[in-house]
């Protein structure tokens, strides 16, 4: 199973990206999605995840209002479109794949990505 995220950068504070998250080696469809954030210094940190249908979304504190999950499983891709980004969502976000979208935890995931990152300037 590859995992392969992209789409991170630099932008200002109140700017948007939208990440995008490439699965395969096995069905995507079904297994769930998730995004996570690791800052210098800080422990793994979980930001969203996705349903394997996309009917059930879940969402961190931080980031709810701000960042939407979604999927498309006919391209085989997840993503997260973050809008008004703030300095303390500089980090290196990765993505992973598992069997239920509402665990918050990183053994619920068993496939991750290298990571991609992500710097906003204040």
């Known amino acids: 199973v590859q995992v392969v995220e992209s789409g991170g950068g630099l932008v200002q504070a109140g700017g948007s990206l939208r990440l995008s998250c490439e699965a395969s080696g096995r069905t995507f469809s079904y297994y769930a999605m998730s995004w996570f954030r690791q800052a210098p210094g800080k422990e793994r940190e979980f930001v969203a995840s996705i349903s394997r249908s996309g009917s059930d979304t879940y969402y961190a504190d931080p980031v709810k209002g701000r960042f939407t999950i979604s999927r498309d499983n006919s391209e085989e891709t997840a993503y997260l479109q973050m809008n008004r980004l703030k300095p303390e969502d500089t980090a290196v976000y990765y993505c992973?794949?598992?069997?239920?979208?509402?665990?918050?935890?990183?053994?619920?995931?068993?496939?991750w990505g290298k990571g991609t990152q992500v710097t906003v300037s204040s």
């Open positions: 992973a794949t598992g069997i239920t979208a509402s665990t918050q935890a990183t053994t619920g995931y068993d496939y």
